[in-house]
């Protein structure tokens, strides 16, 4: 197993690892429903500091701002991501999957069997299978593999790991191997297209949870695209 040699370059690239680490950290904390670490972020600006980083172009105005507590956050997150009803927009990709799991059958009232939208379907164990393939148990998602948080606690897992290897001369094959899962991962995130989609149409007060959504899929192409250069276009539309 060859070593690498620590360069500027390897130094440059974990300093963009640990920077893409910190980001999915704070996203899969936003759709975990952590409001006090949302409005503390919004306050200190974390979110509009995106662009300082990344070259990712994304309008700010509302991911900015002092005026946001954690009580009023929490009740818009509850009604957008947890209790359905008129604005309630799943936050795992089973859910916005475009055609149907093989096997699946419902009795819900908000899906119809042999259509897409189940629960805990061919996305979840695809992720499933990627946590396993790297010895990682997600913390956040309520227990649900292709929930959004639990995607983004991953990403954020690989890119901390990449970063560790970079810094500390780990071997080539594990820096592959950890892209490569990286790879795989993003592939799998083009249903955030449609996600930001419904959850733009639905928050139509206060639009924080539009935005940041609207960032996580800027951010998630950009990152596939520029960064990880996965072989399959994760986004069904590019980021400007």
């Known amino acids: 197993m060859s ?19 910190r980001l999915y950290r704070l996203l899969a904390a936003t759709f975990d429903g952590e409001t006090e670490t949302i409005a503390a972020a919004l306050d200190q600006g974390a979110f509009a500091g995106v662009a300082d980083v ?7 105005a509302d991911l900015r701002g002092d005026g946001y507590d954690a009580d009023s956050l929490a009740i818009g997150y509850d009604n957008l991501f947890v209790v359905p009803g008129t604005h309630y927009v799943p936050p795992f990709a089973s859910a916005h999957a475009i055609d149907p799991s093989e096997a699946f059958e419902s009795d819900s009232r908000y899906h119809t069997a042999g259509e897409a939208g189940e629960l805990l379907g061919d996305p979840a164990a ?3 299978q990627l946590y396993a393939a790297a010895g990682f148990s997600p913390e956040r998602g309520d227990d649900i593999p292709d929930h959004i948080a639990a995607c ?17 001369d780990g071997s080539e094959s594990n820096l592959d191997a950890v892209r490569e899962i990286q790879a795989r991962t993003l592939s799998r995130l083009g249903w955030i297209d449609r996600f930001e989609e419904a959850v733009a149409s639905r928050d139509t007060v206060e ?22 250069q996965a072989d399959e276009q994760p986004s069904e539309t590019a980021p400007s």
Request: some cysteine.
């Open 3 to 21: 070593e690498r040699t620590n360069t500027d370059d390897d130094r440059d690239e974990a300093a963009m690892a640990t920077a893409r680490a």
């Open 54 to 60: 990344f070259p990712i172009d994304i309008e700010t």
């Open 126 to 128: 695809d992720m499933a």
């Open 152 to 168: 983004f606690e991953f990403m954020r897992a690989l890119c901390e790991r990449e970063a560790a290897l970079l810094e500390g």
């Open 207 to 228: 639009g924080v949870f539009a935005a940041i959504a609207r960032l996580a899929r800027t951010f998630t192409a950009w990152d596939a695209q520029e960064v990880v």
